[in-house]
């Protein structure tokens, strides 16, 4: 097998979050309706969104995040779609319309434990309209 060729001295042995803050961001794939049980075994669909920083002058610059958001979490859906520059109106709105869209995402972080070992993620809180 090939070597992984890469500098490993400049690469963190942890993985960093994406600063705390509002960051403009791109939809880089097609959002994903997924179908899931959830662990009370009722029926649920999620909205898979994957965005990565689209701000060339952010250190932040290219890193990846990704959104699941509940089906019954109207609010946040609508949001996300105003943030887009996305009409919505009685009948929804065709999640196929934020692919490549720019939205001003809120992260915030979460610390939890992992085995003892405390971690930190970051996570969508809310998506902010457009300028």
Do not use: C
């Not at 994406?18 to 791109?26: A, L």
């Not at 939809?27 to 920083?53: C, H, T, Y």
């Not at 915030?108 to 969508?124: C, F, K, L, M």
């Amino acid at each position: 097998m090939p070597k992984l060729e890469m500098d490993y001295d400049s690469v963190p042995e942890k993985e960093v979050p994406i600063d705390q803050g509002t960051h403009i961001m791109r939809v880089r794939d097609i959002p994903v309706l997924e179908a899931f049980v959830d662990r009370n075994g009722k029926k649920q669909q999620r909205l898979i969104v994957q965005m990565e920083v689209d701000d060339p002058d952010s250190p932040m610059n290219g890193r990846k995040i990704r959104d699941s958001i509940l089906r019954s979490m109207e609010t946040k859906l609508k949001r996300l779609a105003m943030s887009a520059g996305i009409p919505t109106d009685s009948e929804g709105y065709d999640p196929d319309d934020l692919y490549d869209q720019h939205v001003r995402v809120v992260v915030r972080h979460r610390t939890w434990n992992d085995d003892g070992e405390e971690r930190i993620s970051a996570d969508v809180r809310d998506y902010l309209p457009s300028e």
